[in-house]
């Protein structure tokens, strides 16, 4: 009798045992489902919160800038100076751009073809490109006879264009006539063939006469500032010793005076010719 109420109670014991059992891991297994279950939209959200900022990203990357604001005679609005340097490449082609790059300006040449054709000039107007700036044409030979009186002004543009494309991969339209576009251009005829060649001719508002001012870059620096009257400057400049002895200080002078630099585009092309030929 003792014995059987003994095991009476051994079996309650262990159904007790069993029953909490049971409701442990049914506990357990339910907590387990739920959060589970919670963790499936919690990753969803994540990953439509992630997907938002991608897109807006994307859509913020894809969106065109705003136009450019120009004057009524295409010209930018607000002060811009535009440096332009004749007659390179050259052996010192490099100096100018590691001034222009500490500088942070961009700037635009005009090559003459026969220093293109030098090889050992060449990486410097890959150069050039890469960091940003315009190269355009001032002719294969730069000389006046030939382009002006002789009827090589339009060849040798073309010629010297092909060469800039060969070396850069760029396909300019800008071109400067040697010694101006007066009166080198003064005639309609050749006028009329720059045109039917489509290409774009510039002169230049500032004149540092630079080129005869050999171990003068004071001078220099003076005759850019007082010739800087207008909002927008095109300054002419060539690759000399003296004038990269006087580009520093000409750059820090248009930055006080609270100039942007810009850099030929020719999408944004404003006539600047001393013919005032519209079509050029």
Not at 41 to 46: E, I, L
């Amino acid at each position: 009798m003792k014995e059987s109420q003994n095991k009476k109670k051994a079996n309650v014991g262990t159904k007790a045992i069993l029953s909490l059992g049971v409701v442990l891991a049914t506990t357990f297994f339910t907590f387990f489902l739920i959060g589970k279950w919670n963790s499936i939209p919690a990753k969803g959200v994540a990953n439509e919160s992630s997907n938002q900022v991608n897109t807006q990203q994307q859509e913020k990357k894809n969106e065109t800038p705003p136009p450019k604001q120009k004057r009524p005679d295409g010209k930018p609005v607000g002060k811009v100076v535009y440096l332009t340097f004749d007659d390179g490449p050259s052996e010192l082609t490099g100096k100018f751009l590691d001034v222009l790059k500490e500088q942070n300006v961009a700037s635009t040449f005009f090559m003459q073809g026969s220093n293109l054709q030098n090889t050992g000039f060449q990486e410097n107007v890959k150069r050039a490109v890469k960091e940003g700036h315009y190269i355009g044409a001032h002719s294969m030979t730069h000389n006046s006879d030939k382009l002006y009186k002789k009827g090589q002004f339009v060849p040798e543009m073309k010629e010297t264009l092909a060469l800039i494309h060969n070396i850069t991969g760029t396909t300019p339209k800008l071109v400067r006539p040697p010694y101006g576009s007066a009166p080198g251009l003064k005639g309609e005829e050749i006028r009329n063939q720059i045109v039917e060649a489509a290409i774009k001719v510039w002169d230049w508002t500032i004149d540092s006469n630079d080129w005869k001012l050999k171990d003068n870059p004071t001078q220099i620096i003076e005759n850019v500032k007082r010739q800087t009257t207008e909002e927008v400057e095109v300054v002419l400049m060539h690759e000399k010793a003296q004038t990269l002895q006087a580009l520093p200080e000409i750059i820090k002078f248009y930055k006080e005076q609270g100039y942007e630099f810009g850099v030929y585009n020719d999408e944004d092309h404003f006539q600047l010719n001393f013919q005032r030929d519209q079509r050029l």
